[in-house]
């Protein structure tokens, strides 16, 4: 079945700085790419996703990548503020043949003053 | 519409009692999901549901673990027995129908057992 990787665990970066959230996923049928973030306390909700037939998408301040090839993915946010600090979880799914979402195991995004 | 409705928000119970999550998707959704999320496994998959058609049940730890779905819009998610090691948060998600992608979180339903 599908595996998702995630690193790194736990990030801390300055407020307005950029992070960077990788992923990788094992099963080359897998097409949707959706991110969550999950702030303390509550639940996980969208944030972006993508699908395997573009590369890149972005919205306002978060872009996601996706190499196919590599089987990878990335987030990434930009003029973090501290509103960002949350957990983020990537996740991947095969749309058209069922609806299984796997998680990665999660990023606890510090932004730091 | 509300959302996904869970119950009980939280629960603390002894080891060996039996525990009932239950879960109400966003009226209209017709794929229903529950997790486990604990810090050391993240957001594991236990089961999932399409049109109340339970489809893959890898994810349920073991034979103390069942879930069932009587109708589109209540799931219930049973330990029996429980113990120390299943104390957790357990959320509840939905979508709207294969193919659709986003899925809608509960407010989940912590767990702790004695």
């Known amino acids: 079945g599908e595996n998702v990787e995630q690193h790194p665990s736990t990030l801390s970066v300055q407020e307005g700085d950029s992070a960077v959230i990788k992923c990788t996923y094992s099963?080359?049928?897998?097409?949707?790419f959706p991110w969550y973030k999950q702030e303390l306390g509550k639940r996980p909700q969208l944030i972006i996703d993508?699908?395997?037939?573009?590369g890149e998408k972005k919205d306002q301040r978060i872009a996601v990548t996706l190499n196919k090839t590599a089987k990878h993915f990335s987030l990434h946010i930009t003029e973090t503020q501290p509103e960002d600090s949350a957990v983020y979880f990537c996740?991947?799914?095969?749309?058209?043949?069922?609806?299984?979402?796997?998680f990665g195991k999660g990023t606890r995004l510090h932004i730091l003053p | 519409d509300a959302g996904v409705i869970q119950s009980p928000r939280h629960e603390v119970t002894e080891m060996g009692q039996e525990v009932t999550l239950r879960c109400k998707p966003i009226s209209g959704h017709n794929s229903l999901f529950w997790y486990r999320q604990t810090m050391m496994r993240g957001l594991e998959l236990l089961i999932y549901f399409n049109n109340n058609v339970p489809i893959d049940d890898s994810g349920m730890p073991e034979d103390r673990f069942s879930a069932k779905m009587p109708n589109a819009s209540f799931s219930t998610l049973k330990i029996q027995p429980s113990e120390p090691r299943d104390s957790a948060v357990y959320f509840c998600?939905?979508?709207?129908?294969?193919?659709?992608?986003?899925?809608?979180f509960g407010e989940g339903s912590r767990l702790t057992v004695l």
């Open positions: 099963d080359s049928a897998s097409n949707y």
């Open positions: 998600a939905s979508t709207r129908g294969p193919n659709t992608g986003e899925l809608f």
């Open positions: 996740a991947a799914s095969t749309l058209n043949r069922d609806d299984k979402i796997i």
């Open positions: 993508i699908r395997s037939n573009v």
